[in-house]
């Protein structure tokens, strides 16, 4: 019985507000979280990246190849998101559809 509860509890876990692609505010650029890790950049002014993605808490740190991870706060409502980074400052973005 307990075995079933746990099977459904994690079955009913809500998606994470993070997956998804999302346009940067100013255009040039849009993120992509998929659900298994999986992390892309493409930029009209650097191209693609693919890299890879991971939550802590109310953060998400973003690796891509050999530089160094990022770590930024999240905040998302509906199609609206935000990331700031500590020292780069906050970066609005819209969801794509």
Known sequence: MSILLALLACSTAA?????GCWANENGRS???FE???KYRLSSTKLG???GKWEREGGSVVITV????SDTYA???EGDL???T????????????K
């Open 74 to 76: 999240v905040q998302a």
């Open 30 to 32: 849009t993120e992509c």
């Open 35 to 37: 659900a298994g890790g």
């Open 48 to 50: 693609d990246f693919d």
């Open 81 to 83: 998101l935000t990331l």
């Open 15 to 19: 998606p994470d507000p993070l997956v």
């Open 65 to 68: 190849g050999q530089f160094p």
């Open 85 to 96: 980074h500590e020292s780069r400052g906050a970066k609005g973005y819209t969801r794509l």
